[in-house]
């Protein structure tokens, strides 16, 4: 089984995305499961998982629907507020709403918070504590700056899978190694519990001019780290139109992971327990 273990859906039309700058302004439209469907079936991918956008219970309970809706699709990483002391209770009520099954993961994109420690806060780490205990996957979305709070994270809950973002976001466009970025990722791969996705890093490069040999570096010094066993391929699409076609980004991916079955699915399934 091949996946896609990292993709979204959007319509800026229904929903505000902060995060959706002038900047981003040509990828700034609707994306739905129609448009995905025929990029999976030209590119080989037989499931996907769909990963939150905003903070919205709404918007994680229409991924749910979409799941059910959509046979490709089978997981979805969801957002919760994991301040709320009763988040397992809404965790609960989100599993038993239509498509619940399909929840396989949560995720708050810690990087937009001021705070580079807001994920050691008490009601924080409470409520990720809640999510392992649901039995679902925490998407750790970080850079360089989190990274330490992540690591402080993960040793305090050795019993939740974790799973990296985008490798963290090196900075890739920057031209020079990201010695920082290297210093700070390598400590976590060395914790059994966490998963890194080699995702979203051609946007991480110049997006006008980006070539296969820059993103390789960082792909395997992950791979090195992790083991294919703990790495997992995602597109970022459609966040990845910025900078390459969906066809270009898994074509490049397949060639700089050789084809690994485990990078290019196994892990993701394994991880996210898809059927």
């Not at 900047?23 to 739905?32: Q, Y």
């Not at 979305?141 to 993960?154: D, S």
């Not at 970022?236 to 699915?265: C, E, F, H």
């Amino acid at each position: 089984m091949v996946v896609d273990a990292h993709h979204h859906l959007w319509d800026p039309a229904h929903r505000k995305y902060p995060w959706m700058g002038d900047d981003l302004a040509s990828i700034r439209r609707r994306f739905d499961a129609g448009d995905l469907k025929p990029l999976l079936d030209a590119n080989g991918i037989d499931r996907t998982v769909v990963v939150q956008t905003v903070s919205s219970l709404e918007e994680t309970r229409e991924f749910l629907e979409a799941a059910a809706e959509n046979e490709f699709i089978a997981g979805v990483v969801g957002w919760v507020d994991l301040t709320d002391r009763s988040v397992a209770k809404t965790l609960a009520g989100l599993r038993r709403s239509e498509g619940g099954s399909f929840l396989v993961g949560i995720r708050h994109q810690v990087h937009d918070e001021p705070d580079p420690t807001w994920l050691l806060r008490e009601d924080v780490q409470h409520g990720i504590a809640a999510v392992g205990e649901a039995g679902l996957a925490y998407d750790v979305l970080v850079r360089t700056r989190e990274l330490p709070a992540a690591l402080k994270t993960v040793k305090r809950h050795p019993q939740i899978r974790f799973v990296i973002d985008h490798a963290a976001k090196p900075r890739i466009a920057a031209g020079a190694w990201d010695s920082a970025w290297e210093e700070a990722l390598a400590p976590l791969s060395e914790l059994p519990n966490v998963t890194c996705k080699v995702s979203g890093l051609f946007t991480e490069a110049d997006w006008k001019s980006w070539k296969a040999e820059h993103v390789e570096p960082y792909v395997r010094r992950v791979i090195d780290w992790f083991g294919a066993d703990r790495c997992m391929f995602g597109s970022d699409w459609p966040v990845s139109l910025l900078a390459a076609s969906y066809k270009q980004v898994v074509t490049t991916m397949r060639d700089l992971v050789a084809n690994d079955d485990q990078i290019m699915g196994g892990t993701a399934a394994k991880v996210y327990g898809l059927s």
